[in-house]
């Protein structure tokens, strides 16, 4: 059985109410209205939606990088107003640091927060070792190709014994095959970690391929536009029929209120 | 999750062992490039023996006169005046003031950089003032500087002081200022925050820059070595310059324009060499 069970579990992550407000030079713009979303422990949940929704805005005010204008978001009932190691941010471009080492960037967590050299060691072995990386464990970022850096930058916030693991398009600037290699890796160590993810992409395939729940946002100000269970046993096939009726699902509710609002074509 | 041969195709650039050039392949190499550099000193040799040959100057010595110059600063034996066998005391006082001045420069550059560039407030109260100070030159500040300072050493590290520490400061700011605002958030999100940060981020994100600023800096301090000891010092290359001048003997000055000449380019070198193993993480500084 490689699903776990998320519908007994307990509440982590709750955003209700959030409205974000930026102020561009022509004026404020809203990113964000009425947002309520809860998020359950150990759940998979991909937000999904075309640029612009504000799926990314509200990665970045859960991640804390970000304040909401109105609402609030809280973890295990704490109310979030900065960045914590309780959750951790993988982002699109990586962000490793590029004078450490790959063992350094994965140890570079819990080394700032005090923890044992020695026990920093292990939790670098094991984490390296997770992902594939142990032969790799002396080179620079720049010595790595993409999918080896976004490995990289997993690790280092699963070494940091995070609880929310936050996606930011992690896979957007890889190619194909590395991309589904990862999204594969990356349903493996979200199964054997019990962690609770939250994956922003805009890739209607790769949101059936890794969700338990697709949340679809609309943009002009950003919202909720629906929510889509998916309970396809893993590992997924892209190629079967259920998998396609579910992407086709998912795919017309994404492209429903933008050809009605905008007359565009969604890019899945 | 076991599959490592994939993962090591997703890196072929990484993985293919750099051809090593042999060790002969290496040292051609090397011939090579010193070769190459020593094609325009030596033709600038042959045309100033030339020309001095040509016109008849008694003004400036030949080459081979400034060699024998050069030979009897360093090691005596040849016109036992005031200057033979001087040099390693004056190039010893020199390059104290030298380092001294910037040492000083970088210890306070540095650290006043990497607040600067990471607190607006500070840069609000500093950049200014600092910005009003820098277009005055360095050598203006010489009477001032004996005013504060006496006739002395003192005053030429103050100049030296001065004349490194903008390149460090503003480099360091510069550095500081480009770094990639995701790295301030990848540290905060895995707990480093705050003056962690200075040491952890920020530090070693500018670095490449700092380097930039103290291979500037050591560049302005060997030039202002000169001005600063041209007053009031007996000891020095600045001064053996200055003596140079005074006692009409242009000889003495080459000399000790070459002699700066070379240990300018080779304290360079040193900061080249610790720059490149500072920076060995970064692809296009390691040079």
Redesign the interface.
């Known amino acids: 059985m490689l699903d776990r069970p998320t519908t007994i579990a307990p509440d982590i992550l709750e955003v209700s109410a959030v409205r974000k407000i930026y102020q561009a030079s022509n004026g404020p713009v809203e990113a964000l209205r009425g947002v309520n979303l809860t998020i359950r422990k150990g759940e998979f949940v991909c937000l999904l939606g075309a640029s612009g929704c504000g799926k990314s805005t509200l990665l970045r005010i859960v991640a804390g990088f970000e304040k909401a204008t109105e609402g609030s978001v809280t973890m295990y009932g704490f109310p979030v107003d900065k960045p914590g190691p309780d959750r951790g941010m993988v982002f699109q471009d990586y962000a490793l640091f590029p004078w450490l080492t790959v063992r350094d960037n994965i140890g570079f967590g819990p080394k700032h927060r005090r923890v044992a050299s020695k026990v920093v060691d292990e939790l670098t072995d094991k984490f390296m070792a997770m992902v594939g990386l142990t032969a790799f464990a002396d080179r620079y970022p720049h010595q790595l190709s993409g999918g080896m850096k976004q490995r990289v930058a997993i690790a280092r916030v699963l070494s940091n014994d995070t609880d929310v693991l936050l996606m930011d398009e992690p896979f957007g600037a890889l190619d194909a095959l590395t991309r589904s290699k990862l999204q594969e890796e990356l349903v493996e160590i979200w199964r054997t970690t019990g962690l609770t993810v939250i994956f922003v992409t805009h890739s209607v395939e790769e949101a059936v391929m890794l969700a338990d729940r697709v949340i679809v946002m609309s943009a002009g100000p950003g919202r909720i536009d629906c929510e889509i269970e998916v309970d396809l046993p893993r590992p997924r096939d892209v190629a079967s029929p259920e998998f396609n009726v579910l992407r086709r699902e998912v795919t017309q509710k994404l492209t429903s209120h933008i050809a009605g609002s905008r007359g565009v074509a969604a890019d899945s | 999750?076991?599959?490592?041969s994939?993962?090591?195709q997703?890196?072929p650039?990484?993985e293919t062992p750099v051809p090593a050039a042999g060790k002969r392949g290496q040292g051609v190499q090397r011939a090579r490039t010193v070769a190459l550099a020593l094609i325009v000193p030596v033709c600038l040799l042959v045309i100033w023996d030339v020309m001095v040959r040509w016109t008849g100057t008694r003004l400036v010595p030949s080459p081979a006169g400034v060699a024998i110059m050069m030979w009897d600063f360093a090691f005596g034996g040849i016109y036992d005046d005031a200057y033979s066998a001087s040099l390693p005391i004056h190039f010893w006082k020199s390059v104290q003031r030298v380092y001294g001045g910037f040492l000083c420069a970088a210890a306070i550059g540095i650290p006043l950089g990497l607040m600067i560039g990471r607190m607006p407030l500070l840069r609000k109260l500093l950049d200014p003032t600092l910005s009003l100070l820098r277009p005055i030159p360095v050598t203006a500040w010489l009477p001032l500087s004996m005013i504060f300072f006496g006739l002395g050493p003192r005053a030429a590290i103050f100049l030296v002081f001065l004349g490194a520490f903008f390149p460090i400061l503003l480099n360091t700011v510069f550095g500081v200022r480009s770094v990639?605002i995701?790295?301030f958030?990848?540290?905060?999100?895995?707990?480093?925050?705050g003056a962690?940060q200075f040491r952890?981020?920020v530090l070693?994100?500018a670095?490449p820059s700092i380097f930039n600023g103290l291979r500037l800096g050591a560049g302005f301090a060997w030039i202002l070595i000169v001005v600063g000891e041209m007053t009031g010092v007996p000891e020095g290359l600045g001064a053996v310059i200055m003596d140079g001048r005074t006692l009409s003997r242009t000889d003495l000055v080459i000399t000790g324009m070459i002699i700066i000449g070379i240990t300018g380019f080779l304290s360079d070198r040193i900061l080249l060499m610790l720059s490149n193993y500072f920076l060995?993480?970064?692809?296009q500084h390691h040079a």
Not at chain 2, 1 to 4: F, I, L, N, S
Not at chain 2, 185 to 192: F, V, W, Y
Not at chain 2, 280 to 283: D, E, K, L, N, V
Request: proline fraction near 6%; charge should be negative; include cysteine.
């Open positions: 999750m076991d599959d490592t994939n993962r090591v997703l890196a650039a990484a990639d995701r790295l958030e990848a540290a905060e999100m895995l707990g480093c925050s962690q952890s981020v070693p994100a670095l060995r993480w970064s692809p």
